[in-house]
């Protein structure tokens, strides 16, 4: 993940960037297991919250990872770390919805 390997580059506008594409991505597939429409990231990960598939206290942490993105090496490195837990979270996700999705 190239926010991974940039978080201690002291690069955050490039970290946010990636981050922000991640969790639109992420935004897409949890829109499309609920069978909803996502009609662009306006209100989406509000709009999460009140989906029956997704990760526990999915807006809490995607706002959270935002606000440690920052100068801070350590706390952009936890902000990334988190954005990797709600990736494997929302892998497992699709792995036990029972469709087939392609790799």
Not at 51 to 72: A, E, G, H, Q
């Amino acid at each position: 993940m190239f926010a991974e390997d940039n978080a201690d580059k002291d690069d955050i506008y490039y970290v946010c960037g990636h981050c922000f594409r991640s969790i639109s991505c992420l935004n897409q597939v949890l829109f499309a297991l609920n069978e909803e429409y996502c009609i662009n990231e306006k209100k989406a990960v509000k709009m999460i919250d009140s989906f029956s598939i997704k990760p526990k206290d999915y807006k809490k942490r995607v706002d959270m990872i935002f606000s440690l993105v920052s100068s801070n090496k350590n706390r952009t490195q936890e902000g990334v770390n988190m954005l990797k837990e709600l990736i494997s979270e929302i892998q497992i996700l699709l792995n036990s919805s029972g469709e087939v999705y392609y790799k």
